[in-house]
């Protein structure tokens, strides 16, 4: 199993400022994804992040907008810049541990006024 | 990854067995199906997959079909915390595409 633990849990920002999500695991993981979550709808995968290497992002979402850092095998931290209102959503970590089951930490909860 | 259809939302009254649909018709031979719930206001938790055979662990049972279209998600005696949504995946590379899910309601 993996214990995953995300920062902050809920945060309230400025449109136009950026937010650094963290996420810790306490096991080595080769890959990490993170997800958002809109109001109301399911979840969507934004990229999956490899250590050592750029992130892969999915359709409709680029680095500029949200930078993925993978430092350790541990470790990342996904960020969500310039945001607007729209951003307002639940941001998730997750790690697929032995090619099984994946787990998910708590999310971040933003809002954006 | 395969395409899933769910119903939008079950009712099933606690202590009862609760029996989730999944269609996955499109889904290949080497692509498991995943189930995974979320409680509100928590992550996604994992609860079982399969690839042919039926499977049991201690939170539920899974029913694949022959042909491996469709699947049912058992829940042999639903209880007020197993109200979720409940996501049926098809799921071949590592990365999860989750549906809509089907919002289960249980009553007491």
């Given at each position: 199993?993996?214990?995953?633990?995300?920062?902050?849990?809920r945060d309230?920002?400025?449109?136009?400022?950026?937010?650094?999500?963290?996420?810790?695991?306490?096991?080595?993981?080769?890959?990490?994804?993170?997800?958002?979550?809109?109001?109301?709808?399911?979840?969507?995968?934004?990229?999956?992040?490899?250590?050592?290497?750029?992130?892969?992002?999915?359709?409709?979402?680029?680095?500029?907008?949200?930078?993925?850092?993978?430092?350790?095998?541990?470790?990342?931290?996904?960020?969500?810049?310039?945001?607007?209102?729209?951003?307002?959503?639940?941001?998730?970590?997750?790690?697929e541990v032995?090619?099984?089951?994946?787990?998910?930490?708590?999310?971040?909860?933003?809002?954006?006024? | 990854?395969?395409?899933?259809?769910?119903?939008?939302?079950?009712?099933?009254?606690?202590?009862?067995?609760?029996?989730?649909?999944?269609?996955?018709?499109?889904?290949?031979?080497?692509?498991?199906?995943?189930?995974?719930?979320?409680?509100?206001?928590?992550?996604?938790?994992?609860?079982?997959?399969?690839?042919?055979?039926?499977?049991?662990?201690?939170?539920?049972?899974?029913?694949?079909?022959?042909?491996?279209?469709?699947?049912?998600?058992?829940?042999?005696?639903?209880?007020?915390?197993?109200?979720?949504?409940?996501?049926?995946?098809?799921?071949?590379?590592?990365?999860?595409?989750?549906?809509?899910?089907?919002?289960?309601?249980?009553?007491?």
């Open positions: 199993s993996a214990v995953i633990s995300q920062k902050p849990s309230i920002c400025q449109r136009g400022t950026s937010l650094t999500i963290q996420c810790q695991v306490d096991s080595q993981v080769t890959m990490m994804f993170w997800y958002r979550q809109q109001p109301g709808q399911s979840l969507t995968l934004i990229a999956t992040a490899n250590q050592g290497s750029e992130a892969t992002y999915e359709s409709g979402f680029v680095i500029d907008k949200f930078p993925i850092s993978r430092p350790n095998l541990t470790f990342s931290t996904l960020t969500v810049s310039n945001m607007s209102p729209e951003d307002s959503s639940i941001y998730l970590c997750s790690v032995m090619g099984t089951e994946a787990f998910f930490g708590q999310g971040t909860r933003l809002t954006v006024v | 990854d395969a395409k899933t259809t769910q119903p939008t939302s079950m009712d099933c009254a606690e202590g009862r067995a609760a029996n989730l649909p999944c269609n996955h018709s499109t889904i290949s031979g080497n692509e498991y199906v995943y189930w995974y719930r979320q409680i509100h206001s928590q992550g996604p938790q994992y609860i079982i997959h399969g690839l042919k055979n039926n499977e049991t662990n201690e939170m539920a049972s899974l029913i694949i079909t022959e042909d491996r279209k469709s699947s049912t998600l058992i829940l042999p005696h639903a209880t007020l915390r197993d109200t979720a949504v409940y996501y049926c995946i098809g799921q071949g590379a590592q990365k999860l595409v989750f549906g809509q899910g089907t919002r289960l309601t249980i009553n007491p």
